[in-house]
């Protein structure tokens, strides 16, 4: 008589790379509700914002692709940063079908408030590691975008 081989071991919830981004992105967004509720901003004004501090006065179709949004979802987002005062919207005078946005002295100035700087300490690694683990998500999300791009083939 032969005995069954048992059943491979099923991974567990923890061992999912998806899971440990799902709950480090949870996490994230706990660290910056505090800080970004202060400033009466979302996330993702947040990071519009910031976006626009590494590149100012850009389209929203180019904004959309540094953030990976589209238009649709970042239109609002750019009304209610312009309705706070953070930014303004206007049409490219070479080409009326772009809309070119740039930021506000009072979009600039949220960028002495530190957030960054404080969630950065928060995580508990050094410079190194922070870098590191920077990269290696950069690595990751850019080849899920390939594979999503070229099919799983």
């Known amino acids: 008589m ?3 081989t048992p059943p491979p071991e099923m991974p567990k919830l923890g061992d ?15 660290a910056y509700k505090p800080i970004l509720d202060e400033l009466g901003l979302t996330y993702t004004q ?7 501090w590494e590149h100012d006065e850009q389209t929203v179709g180019g904004l959309g692709d ?18 706070l005062g953070y930014l303004e919207r206007r049409r490219d005078p070479r080409d009326e079908r772009q809309v070119i946005v740039r930021l506000t002295e009072a979009g600039r ?14 995580t508990g690694l050094d410079a190194g590691q922070f870098a590191s683990a920077r990269r290696t998500m950069n690595d990751v999300r850019d080849n899920l975008l390939r594979h999503t791009q070229h099919g799983s083939g």
Request: charged share 20%; hydrophobic share 50%; proline share 4%.
């Open 109 to 122: 100035a949220l960028r002495e408030k530190g957030a960054q700087r404080t969630l950065v300490q928060a």
């Open 2 to 4: 032969t005995t069954p």
């Open 66 to 83: 540094k953030l990976f949004l589209e238009s649709n979802t970042l239109t609002p987002i750019l009304k209610k940063l312009e309705a």
């Open 16 to 30: 999912f790379l998806c899971f440990a981004v799902y709950s480090a992105n949870l996490a994230y967004g706990r």
């Open 46 to 52: 947040w990071i519009t914002i910031v976006a626009l």
